[in-house]
């Protein structure tokens, strides 16, 4: 499919150097908008994110989630060819995205110096654990290391017990994806407007810590943190936790402000609770017990049927098939599907004037190889002797 030319990104070329998860959902937030994202992979496995998980011989349903409307070509950096060819794809880019530990791309010539001195309006965005500096620098890390130091595990998860888990990647995906596509952004305004680009150091520990947001205010104004599982937002109030149903399913509850939390008592024929619903220590014990009880009596289905009409805050837990099928997610077209007919997120915005598509599906390792270096300046010939020293790998 062509490029969009209405999209609020459309002309922006990207360099997407990254793999996995957090890299490539940031290249895939502006590759969403329009932006030309050309994924540049090794000529060995590439972005081992296609294997995930999936039979032999296929693309795993991760890959092509977070890959989609992307180009790809394959280059071996290693090389002085691959590094010459990818200083020439720098020429006409406006962001190039990489995602190695400190002082890697200096070795593969993907350095910020090295690419904005040939290129000197060029974003070079540098995603990491823990940035380019500081005692952790040159650390791995995965996301739940991000949410230790970052204060968030500590404060995740019920009374007495150890800390809570999520297979949602909240320090990958606030600081690898969503914060540095807004430093991006923000550099590219700034780089049209200047004609100078910047180089952007993104560390998912910082972002991690920069939205504990909820701790940092209880450390502030009273000196410290309640224990997990006893603050406001993880079960030290009635009016905010979940609740098991009789069928082992389970109800969240949010019916925080008081005008909620009585029309939550009424429903459940127990006004005399509405007191309670901010209520610690003993009396915020008992009202949530009496809330145990009564909601442990009858299965998620009577209570979805029961607060139905009834806005409160109070809704299911689903479940994500559930969650897929739901009305509403429908109504704002969240679900997509490619061409192999798997479903897909669409992207959490929309905005006039544009309108999301799968232009292309995402891409086999170095199949666009061709066409992008041919867009940088090479010919047929130049190509050729390239795939012939190892350089570059085509399909």
Same mark, same amino acid.
């Given at each position: 499919?062509?490029?969009?030319?209405?999209?609020?990104?459309?002309?922006?070329?990207?360099?997407?150097?990254?793999?996995?998860?957090?890299? #490539?959902?940031?290249? @895939?937030?502006?590759?969403?908008?329009?932006?030309?994202?050309?994924?540049?992979?090794?000529?060995?496995?590439?972005?081992?994110?296609?294997?995930?998980?999936?039979?032999?011989?296929?693309?795993?349903?991760?890959?092509?989630?977070?890959?989609?409307?992307?180009?790809?070509?394959?280059?071996?950096?290693?090389? &002085?060819?691959?590094?010459?060819?990818?200083?020439?794809?720098?020429? !006409?880019?406006?962001?190039?995205?990489?995602?190695? !530990?400190?002082?890697?791309?200096?070795?593969?010539?993907?350095?910020?110096?090295?690419?904005?001195?040939?290129?000197?309006?060029?974003?070079?965005?540098?995603?990491?654990?823990?940035?380019?500096?500081?005692?952790?620098?040159?650390?791995?890390?995965?996301?739940?290391?991000?949410?230790?130091?970052?204060?968030?595990?500590?404060?995740? =998860?019920?009374?007495?017990?150890?800390?809570? @888990?999520?297979?949602?990647?909240?320090?990958?995906?606030?600081?690898?994806?969503?914060?540095?596509?807004?430093?991006?952004?923000?550099?590219?305004?700034?780089?049209? +407007?200047?004609?100078?680009?910047?180089?952007?150091?993104?560390?998912?520990?910082?972002?991690?810590?920069?939205?504990?947001?909820?701790?940092?205010?209880?450390?502030?104004?009273?000196?410290?943190?309640?224990? !997990? *599982?006893?603050?406001?937002?993880?079960? *030290?109030?009635?009016?905010?936790?979940?609740?098991?149903? &009789?069928?082992?399913?389970?109800?969240?509850?949010?019916?925080?402000?008081?005008?909620?939390?009585?029309?939550?008592?009424?429903?459940?024929?127990?006004?005399?609770?509405?007191?309670?619903?901010?209520?610690?220590?003993?009396? =915020?014990?008992?009202?949530?017990?009496?809330?145990?009880?009564?909601? &442990?009596?009858?299965?998620?289905?009577?209570?979805?049927?029961?607060?139905?009409?009834?806005?409160?805050?109070?809704?299911?837990?689903?479940?994500?098939?559930?969650?897929?099928?739901?009305?509403?997610?429908?109504? !704002?077209?969240?679900?997509?599907?490619?061409?192999?007919?798997?479903?897909?997120?669409?992207? #959490?915005?929309?905005?006039?004037?544009?309108?999301?598509?799968?232009? +292309?599906?995402?891409?086999?390792?170095?199949?666009?190889?061709?066409?992008?270096? +041919?867009?940088?300046?090479?010919?047929?010939?130049?190509?050729?002797?390239?795939?012939?020293? =190892?350089?570059?790998?085509?399909?």
């Amino acid at each position: 499919m062509p490029q969009d030319h209405a999209a609020p990104l459309a002309g922006i070329r990207v360099l997407d150097l990254t793999r996995l998860l957090p890299g #490539p959902v940031c290249t @895939l937030y502006l590759a969403d908008l329009g932006a030309d994202v050309v994924k540049v992979e090794d000529t060995g496995a590439g972005d081992y994110a296609r294997d995930l998980g999936n039979a032999p011989g296929t693309v795993s349903a991760f890959f092509r989630a977070v890959n989609r409307n992307k180009r790809s070509v394959a280059l071996d950096l290693k090389r &002085a060819g691959g590094r010459a060819a990818l200083l020439a794809l720098a020429r !006409r880019a406006d962001v190039v995205v990489e995602s190695f !530990r400190p002082g890697v791309t200096t070795a593969l010539g993907a350095d910020a110096a090295t690419l904005t001195a040939a290129n000197p309006r060029l974003v070079h965005a540098s995603i990491t654990g823990y940035g380019q500096t500081g005692p952790r620098a040159a650390h791995a890390g995965h996301d739940i290391n991000y949410l230790g130091y970052s204060g968030i595990l500590d404060q995740t =998860g019920v009374r007495g017990g150890a800390p809570a @888990l999520s297979n949602l990647q909240i320090a990958d995906l606030l600081g690898g994806a969503a914060s540095a596509a807004i430093a991006i952004l923000a550099a590219l305004v700034g780089a049209q +407007r200047t004609g100078r680009g910047r180089s952007i150091d993104v560390a998912m520990a910082d972002a991690a810590l920069a939205h504990n947001i909820f701790a940092l205010h209880a450390l502030e104004q009273w000196g410290r943190t309640l224990p !997990r *599982g006893e603050d406001l937002l993880t079960g *030290g109030v009635p009016a905010y936790g979940v609740y098991g149903t &009789a069928d082992g399913r389970w109800l969240a509850v949010g019916a925080l402000e008081p005008k909620f939390w009585q029309l939550f008592c009424a429903t459940l024929g127990r006004p005399d609770l509405a007191p309670q619903g901010l209520a610690t220590g003993d009396a =915020g014990a008992h009202a949530r017990r009496e809330v145990e009880a009564i909601l &442990a009596s009858r299965p998620l289905a009577h209570w979805v049927e029961a607060f139905a009409e009834v806005d409160c805050c109070v809704t299911p837990v689903a479940t994500l098939d559930e969650a897929l099928a739901d009305p509403q997610y429908a109504a !704002r077209r969240m679900v997509v599907r490619d061409a192999s007919g798997a479903r897909q997120y669409a992207p #959490p915005f929309r905005m006039d004037g544009h309108e999301f598509a799968i232009r +292309r599906d995402a891409p086999v390792q170095g199949q666009h190889g061709v066409e992008v270096l +041919r867009e940088a300046g090479y010919d047929e010939s130049a190509i050729a002797a390239l795939v012939a020293e =190892g350089s570059v790998r085509l399909p």
